[in-house]
């Protein structure tokens, strides 16, 4: 069966500092993966999308890049945080159904 | 383009209430509809689907029917349980396999025992 994982579950960093989160799914080959934010008390927002390596997406222009290195593996990066960036991070899968697959997802909360 | 509007939460409901969570979708085209729930902490579950119109999806006793006439997707419960507390979103798919997810802003069901 397929598994979505990401770490780290909680981040607390500074302004102004780096950020690197990992999204790996298992399972399954060729996935479409996402990244999505959801600050507190709003819906979701849609970051990045990307179906295949090296081929990223940006739905939203801002100071936050991906990557996707490896056929299942997805990076979230920054080169330096502001604190608008705090919120719940949920990277997502689908691979030829109707359906997204979530991960369990990482709190960030910039200081 | 194409948008997702879900009732405004909070929602607080007694054990055992009815509930009803409204939903529509802009009608250009023929999306795909998803019900999503994120319990706290957690990231989001599939609740139910529905791929085509008139279609009902059902699961833990939650219902929705794609309705093309009102471009409606609605979430019933017939009696909700304390552990149904949770957000749920309403989503739309166009574009088959392919397609994004667009997601509404989500609704906050808080039951009460």
């Known amino acids: 069966s397929q598994t979505i994982h990401q770490w780290p579950a909680t981040l607390v960093q500074p302004v102004g500092s780096p950020l690197s989160l990992e999204c790996t799914v298992e399972?399954?080959?060729?996935?479409?993966l996402y990244w999505y934010r959801q600050a507190a008390g709003r819906g979701l927002q849609l970051l990045f999308y990307?179906?295949?390596?090296?081929?990223i997406s940006s739905e939203v222009p801002q100071n936050l890049s991906a990557s996707r290195p490896q056929d299942r593996q997805f990076i979230l990066s920054s080169k330096k945080l502001l604190l608008s960036d705090s919120g719940f991070y949920l990277c997502?899968?689908?691979?030829?159904?109707?359906?997204?697959?979530f991960g369990p997802g990482t709190r960030l909360t910039v200081t | 383009g194409n948008s997702v509007t879900q009732m405004e939460g909070p929602v607080t409901l007694s054990e055992e209430a009815f509930l009803t969570i409204n939903c529509t979708y802009t009608?250009?085209?023929?999306?795909?509809l998803f019900w999503y729930v994120q319990y706290p902490g957690e990231g989001l579950q599939l609740l139910l689907k529905?791929?085509?119109?008139?279609d009902k999806g059902s699961n833990k006793g939650f219902e929705a029917t794609y309705r093309k006439e009102t471009t409606s997707f609605h979430l019933e419960k017939g009696s909700v349980q304390v552990s149904d507390s949770a957000v749920y979103f309403c989503a739309s798919r166009y574009g088959g396999s392919q397609g994004n997810l667009i997601f509404g802003k989500g609704t906050k069901l808080s039951v009460k025992p």
């Open positions: 529905a791929t085509k119109a008139d």
């Open positions: 399972g399954t080959s060729n996935p479409n």
């Open positions: 009608a250009t085209g023929y999306p795909s």
């Open positions: 990307s179906v295949g390596i090296g081929q």
């Open positions: 997502a899968w689908t691979s030829g159904t109707y359906e997204q697959y």
